[in-house]
């Protein structure tokens, strides 16, 4: 008998006893020696708040507004790319888990089900964009993402390529028969399922399709397409954070990939307290890579972030029991983050930015 999902970390076991272990791989792993992906959590297990007592409060609110969304809690979902790998649900079922849990859910454009499918269950959605060779797909992209009513417009900037990800690459991974780009149709495709020993099919198709020159350039170009809220991830310097907020970023995300880009990059919780201090309130700041639970939350409100993005977490509770079971893992993050504020005698999301850390 499986062992109940008690908390978010418990995903993870149940859905490994599920995946088969080239896909298991492919979420979990991390870039070449997998050294950042490791000091996210190092990062984050290395903070300790110093919570406030006798404040009286008998509740926490764990609401929040993110890029001018109601969120339940200070999160939202991460883009991650063609999730009816690990359940026929997919993307459709991680959005009724979003909309059951009130969070918004950032659409990979790697999404294995076409955008107007997903937006049509009716969750708050941001749609995740990459710098294509072929500028026209991005700007149907974000026409079609306009035309489905989604929040926000979320470009990834941290993938001029893909990084080496050895697990994959020794693995000959390649997705699964019938799991596609769904946004993305074109000869380029075959690539995804197309085999070859020492190579990664997804990393083949990634070579081919994206632009590996992105400039701030891009940035502006994208700025001039929309009216739509424009988030930025993975942002690291805070030099580049200044020049997020200059080219007219309405947020930004403190993000290395989860690990998967640079390996050897600094861990985002460790970058976050220099990229808040240079923005001040001039755009929104929200944290990615590493957040496995509700006092990570909690830790990356107190180091300045005025949310977070949840990534591999929900996708295991997808893996494990489809739309249900990322339900599950995300009503226990909203848990876990409210019993950590009331012990940390926060009663809303503000006094928890003011929280001491050591």
């Not at 791989?25 to 297990?45: H, K, P, Q, Y």
């Not at 991830?233 to 403190?254: C, F, T």
């Not at 929900?314 to 995300?330: K, T």
Request: charged share 20%; hydrophobic share 50%; proline share 4%.
């Amino acid at each position: 008998m499986a062992e109940p999902i008690l908390a978010v970390r418990d995903a993870e076991q149940a859905a490994a006893q599920i995946l088969s272990a080239d896909i298991r791989d492919f979420i979990a792993g991390g870039s070449e020696s997998e050294v950042t992906m490791a000091a996210n959590r190092a990062a984050l297990d290395a903070v300790f708040i110093t919570p406030r007592v006798l404040t009286g409060i008998t509740g926490s609110d764990t609401s929040a507004t993110l890029v001018g969304c109601q969120s339940a809690v200070p999160a939202a979902l991460a883009p991650m790319s063609y999730q009816r790998m690990v359940h026929p649900d997919g993307e459709v079922g991680m959005a009724r888990a979003a909309k059951e849990a009130g969070i918004p859910l950032t659409l990979s454009m790697m999404s294995s089900f076409p955008l107007e499918e997903v937006a049509a269950v009716g969750a708050t959605l941001w749609q995740q964009l990459y710098l294509l060779r072929d500028r026209g797909k991005v700007t149907e992209m974000v026409r079609r993402a306009e035309e489905a009513g989604c929040a926000a417009l979320v470009m990834t900037v941290d993938v001029p390529r893909m990084a080496r990800r050895l697990r994959d690459m020794r693995n000959a991974f390649v997705l699964p028969a019938g799991v596609t780009a769904a946004n993305l149709k074109g000869p380029e495709s075959a690539l995804l399922h197309k085999h070859a020993a020492g190579t990664s099919g997804v990393a083949a198709h990634t070579h081919k399709m994206f632009d590996p020159s992105v400039s701030w350039a891009d940035v502006s170009w994208l700025r001039e397409q929309t009216e739509l809220p424009l988030v930025l991830k993975g942002i690291l310097d805070p030099a580049d954070a200044r020049r997020a907020v200059e080219h007219g970023a309405n947020a930004i995300v403190v993000s290395n990939h989860g690990g998967r880009q640079l390996d050897g990059a600094v861990a985002s919780a460790a970058a976050l307290p220099a990229v808040r201090e240079v923005v001040k309130n001039r755009c929104e700041v929200l944290l990615d890579s590493g957040i496995r639970g509700g006092i990570d939350v909690l830790k990356a409100l107190a180091l300045g972030a005025d949310g977070v993005l949840l990534g591999r977490p929900a996708l295991w509770g997808l893996a494990s029991g489809g739309a249900p079971g990322a339900a599950r893992v995300l009503s226990l993050l909203a848990e876990e983050l409210t019993e950590a504020m009331h012990l940390a005698g926060c009663q809303d999301v503000a006094a928890a930015r003011k929280l001491r850390v050591a």
